[in-house]
């Protein structure tokens, strides 16, 4: 019998939890099927629990990991997603999972039907509110699909249910949503004190190499959490996420930059040695942030989420917060992966010799 947790968050999935629950009811002591509904509310119908997964999306490959614990249900994943277990941390932690196959899809989450059907999935995770095109693949060579959407922390918590659930292990998401909403609560009790005037703008620059990209506010996780810990979006005037250029951001004149983690070689120079950003009010101040690299990156919603919220907080309200990012996330990796860091893996996650001397930073090093 499946046994139920009772999560504390906002509307997280009781509908699924309760079409599991009356599946297995249905079928008896001996069931083992799982039935419940995606996030584009479609019937998701799996035998028994899924042993074989599939993420075309990129975050949840990381995600299926942590939840079950171990990469032995993912037999698939996004090139993007693998290359962050290459460069991070997880490839230390799960060697094996360097050797996951990537070919099942295009960057894009074109699936590629024949490498995916090779690895003879039980579920294959792809992005919900896309088009049918990068669906009709998956259902039309048999296999099952689960559709999850992005945007929002409940949507993060509703797809991480809806997968502890298809591997048939929802009792592990109970304790990983309660840290979820317990930081988020903490979070937002503190930055009620931050006066409108004392909250610094901040952009985060979705890519900068090949192109410059920014965002606004509206389904961003970015913009989400800067707002969450006491910031403004620099560029909440967007519609979407756009290409920009580097006199956009010199006119927004952002206190805070924070650079992605998707883009290897982006390092905080990229800001400090170009002779336009480097006027900029971040540049002087030297509040210029690469984002982390954990189990995944820290960027968009996934496992580690609270972890990045905690981190910006100290950065961008550093009179406000005071976490102790290193002792939480070694707590952290623990519950997650059931690893424990060195000092030296922790350095390596935060990128605290790539900051060279950005403000505040000092507080992440090692004692």
């Known amino acids: 019998m499946v046994r139920l947790i009772r999560i ?22 001996a069931a083992e099927e799982i039935v419940f509904k995606d996030q584009e509310n ?85 992005w919900g509110g896309r088009g049918n095109d990068i669906v009709a693949p998956i259902t039309n060579a048999g296999l099952t699909a689960m559709l999850i959407l992005y945007g929002t922390e409940e949507l993060t918590r509703e797809y991480m249910t809806l997968a502890s659930t298809a591997l048939g292990k929802p009792e592990r998401i109970g304790e990983l949503v309660e840290w979820r909403d317990h930081i ?30 920014a965002s606004g506010t509206k389904g961003n996780y970015n913009a989400w959490y800067i707002e969450l810990v006491g910031g403004r979006n620099a560029s909440a005037e967007l519609n979407g996420t756009v290409s920009i250029n ?24 990229w800001v400090y040695n170009d002779p336009i950003l480097s006027l900029t009010k971040a540049a002087r101040n030297k509040r210029v942030y690469k984002m982390p690299l954990g189990g995944y990156r820290w960027d968009p919603p996934n496992q580690e989420s609270p972890l990045s919220w905690m981190w910006a907080a100290n950065l961008i309200q550093p009179d406000v917060f ?14 997650l992966y059931n690893y424990e860091l060195t000092d030296a893996d922790i350095d390596d996650i935060l990128w605290t010799k790539q900051q060279g001397d950005a403000a505040n930073y000092t507080q992440f090093k090692a004692e």
Do not use: C, H
């Open 8 to 29: 504390a968050s906002r509307g997280l999935l009781a509908a699924a939890f309760s079409g599991l629950l009356a599946g297995t009811l249905a079928q008896g002591v």
């Open 42 to 126: 479609r019937e998701v119908y799996l035998a028994k629990a899924a042993e074989r997964i599939v993420s075309i999306v990129i975050p949840m490959a990381s995600t299926v990991i942590a939840l079950d614990g171990s990469t032995s249900k993912l037999v698939g994943m996004n090139p993007t997603a693998k290359s962050a277990v290459t460069e991070g941390i997880l490839g230390k932690i799960f060697p094996e999972a360097k050797d996951i196959p990537s070919d099942v899809t295009a960057p894009n989450f074109v699936p590629n039907v024949e490498a995916l059907t090779a690895t003879n999935p039980d579920l294959v995770i792809q």
């Open 184 to 213: 988020q609560k903490d979070i937002e009790a503190k930055a009620k004190t931050i006066p409108e005037d004392k909250r610094p703008n901040v952009l985060y620059v979705g890519r900068a190499l090949s192109d410059i990209t």
């Open 246 to 269: 580097k006199e956009q951001i010199a006119e927004w004149d952002p206190d805070v930059i924070l650079l992605n983690a998707f883009e290897a070689k982006l390092g905080v120079d």
């Open 322 to 335: 005071k976490y102790d990012v290193r002792g939480e996330v070694k707590t952290a990796y623990k519950t």
